[in-house]
């Protein structure tokens, strides 16, 4: 039988490779972004009760009502908008499904999208699925910034979308005040849309504020926005996350999600509706998670590794140049295997495999994690 691949430049993501060399050569970990500390306990037993409650049947398409209403009034009380819980929000089956969903509503086969490399990996595939074209765009190294100058210079009549990411992955990189303008510049009077991807809403360093699309009138009617639960709560097994659109957006997002998803696990939407009320459940994400990234940071500077900005995220990237000039997945893949620690090489969040002899670490950890890892990274 004869079969055209849709994704025929896809192979097995640097995640998978890394983690099987890790636990191949028995590894610390610091490659993937997740938490190796446990969840909150009573968020476990909440969803127990909503189990034995008789919470277990389909929940209704677009999420379960009183999560929906939790979520508007969260993002009233941080970013200043209404957004209506009947129309603009609605559960999804984790940040990733959101992005993808949202990708699926508005692409065109020909569209362009414009993608900031490095980017998370699942930007490009889900643009090249729907028969668009990313046209991709470095962020300046070593800030990670954007340089506005050539995302206008690859805007055409075919440009649709906008692809943002902050706090970023694999960077840490955040957008300013001067982003947020200069975008808005952009877009004025176009057709240009937004998708910003804000994952890790909660977790931003240094009193910086996070910049949501969802402040700004002018960008938010333009935009999706995808939000992860399991980030918020460190279960990213559980995949629930959301996304925020304007009404008449959100109504064609719902067609595609209907014949897909069609709706999330019940009984952990009936039990987050109430562990979200409790403001202090997500708000304190930032605080516990600076203090590991600060750990992290002392505890790396007895290293040879040099850190570059990190403002928010799980992550921290550092360069290895003044410890060897070999291409990134290589010097990734000797420290898997002769010094027991994996990262990710971040030429992997590039297509044209850029590499500026970085790694990214992941240090939403725990303590004895990042002292055993950082304590082999020092013999390096
Ligand atoms: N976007 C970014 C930037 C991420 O890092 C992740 C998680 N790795 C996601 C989206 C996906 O979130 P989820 O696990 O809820 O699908």
Redesign the pocket.
């Known amino acids: 039988m004869q079969f055209q691949s849709k994704l025929p430049e896809v192979g097995t993501t640097v995640f998978t490779v890394m983690s099987a060399l890790a636990s191949k050569a028995k590894a610390m970990n610091l490659g993937q ?2 938490p190796d500390f446990p969840m909150n306990s009573e968020l476990i037993e909440m969803v127990n009760g909503a189990m034995r409650q008789g919470y277990n049947q389909y929940a209704p398409m677009e999420g379960w009502l009183p999560l929906r209403e939790t979520i508007a009034e969260k993002i009233e009380d941080l970013y200043q908008h209404t957004v209506r819980a009947d129309s603009e929000i609605t559960i999804t ?7 993808y969903t949202a990708l699926t509503t508005l692409l065109q086969p020909g569209d362009e999208v414009i993608v900031f490399e490095p980017a ?1 990996d ?1 930007y490009i595939p889900n643009i090249r699925v729907n028969g668009a074209v990313p046209v991709s765009i470095p962020l300046e190294y070593p800030s990670y910034s954007i340089n506005w100058s050539t995302v206008r210079a690859a805007v055409n009549s075919k440009t649709k979308l906008i692809m943002l ?1 902050s706090p ?2 694999p960077t840490g990189a955040v957008l300013r005040h001067e982003d947020i303008e200069e975008l808005r510049k952009l877009v004025h009077g176009t057709n240009i849309f937004i998708h910003s ?1 804000e ?2 809403e909660h977790i931003v360093f240094d009193g910086l504020p996070h910049l949501s699309m969802i402040r700004y009138p002018d960008l938010f009617e333009r935009s999706f926005v ?1 939000f ?4 918020v709560f460190h279960c ?1 097994g559980w ?3 959301y996304s925020v659109a304007p009404e008449w957006l959100m109504k064609e997002f719902r067609k595609v999600h209907q014949f897909n998803a069609f709706s999330v696990h019940t009984p952990v939407q009936v039990a987050m509706a109430s562990f979200l009320k409790e403001k202090s459940n997500y708000i304190s994400l930032s605080g516990f998670m600076q203090e590991k990234r600060d750990h992290f940071r002392d505890l790396m500077s007895k290293t040879r590794f040099k850190p570059l900005a990190s403002h928010g ?2 992550f921290q990237i550092y360069s290895y140049s003044a410890i060897s000039d070999a291409p990134d997945f290589d010097f990734a893949k000797e420290l898997v295997a002769h010094h027991g620690v994996a990262a990710i090489p971040v030429s992997a969040f590039y297509q044209s495999g850029k590499d500026d002899k970085v790694l990214r670490f992941c240090f939403a950890k725990k303590k004895e994690t990042l002292e055993a890892g950082v304590g082999k990274l020092a013999k390096v």
């Open positions: 972004g997740f089956p984790g940040g990733t499904y959101a992005i998370y699942s990411n970023h992955n991807d994952v890790y995808s992860s639960l399991g980030k990213t995949k629930m996350g995220s799980y």
